[in-house]
């Protein structure tokens, strides 16, 4: 039976990448994926799901008042339809949700949607919010803080200072965000200071 997964990773742990690399499998195999992603992440161009490595692919856009399960159903009378992958799935909204658990339970294709869980206040997104309530199966990517210790919380950025309050959703890259552990997010500490770092190499 199909399911529905919820692969999630603070920033820069490989999500796109690991995306890009499903949908290859898939066609790779002769079968047909649909592919997509919100329209609140435009910065490498509308409908674009970019890798940090560099690799790209094109996606169909998922706004606000974008209906999936409509979506799935045009596409799947042009060519059957044997996975969903959704990138950026934290800026979906709560009907997003549903409809790509509808496709799961009553379609019967699996979805695989990717993205953050908590914003850079520690605190859920709606879209993940409601794929934590909804998911089937639910999936971490992991990626380390400065560190070495797993990182499990996103800071933001600014003029490079940690910054606690502001508008939940402002778009960005290794310019604005940082993963970090949970000891260093709570310290706020983005990096290992010039002091320490020639305090560990007399060890």
């Known amino acids: 039976m199909a399911q529905l997964y919820y692969r999630y990773s603070t ?6 990448l690991e995306l890009i690399k499903v949908a290859y499998n898939y066609e790779e195999k002769g ?9 609140v992440d435009d910065r490498y161009g509308e409908g674009k ?21 409509q979506i799935f159903m045009e596409e799947n009378k042009k060519k059957k339809i044997d996975c969903v992958l ?13 409809e790509l658990a509808e496709i799961v339970d009553s379609l019967n294709v699996p979805v695989l949607a990717y993205g953050l869980k908590n914003d850079f ?21 992991k990626t380390i803080c400065w560190c070495g210790r797993k990182a499990t919380m996103v800071a933001r950025v600014q003029d490079g200072k940690f910054v606690r309050t502001g508008e939940q959703i402002v778009v960005g890259g290794n310019d604005m965000y940082v993963s970090l552990c949970r000891k260093h ?14 305090q560990m190499k007399m060890f």
């Open 11 to 16: 920033m820069n742990a490989g999500k796109s």
């Open 121 to 141: 206040r520690n605190e859920l997104f709606e879209g993940s919010y409601y794929l934590l309530v909804y998911a089937d199966k639910i999936e971490e990517i």
């Open 31 to 39: 079968k047909h994926v649909l592919v997509l992603t919100s329209a």
């Open 86 to 98: 959704v990138d950026e799935c934290q800026f979906l909204k709560k009907h997003h949700i549903q």
């Open 49 to 69: 799901i970019t890798s940090r490595v560099g690799i790209q692919r094109d996606a169909l856009v998922i706004n606000d008042d974008t209906n999936i399960l």
């Open 185 to 198: 997010y709570n310290d706020g500490r983005l990096a290992e200071t010039e002091e320490i770092a020639n």
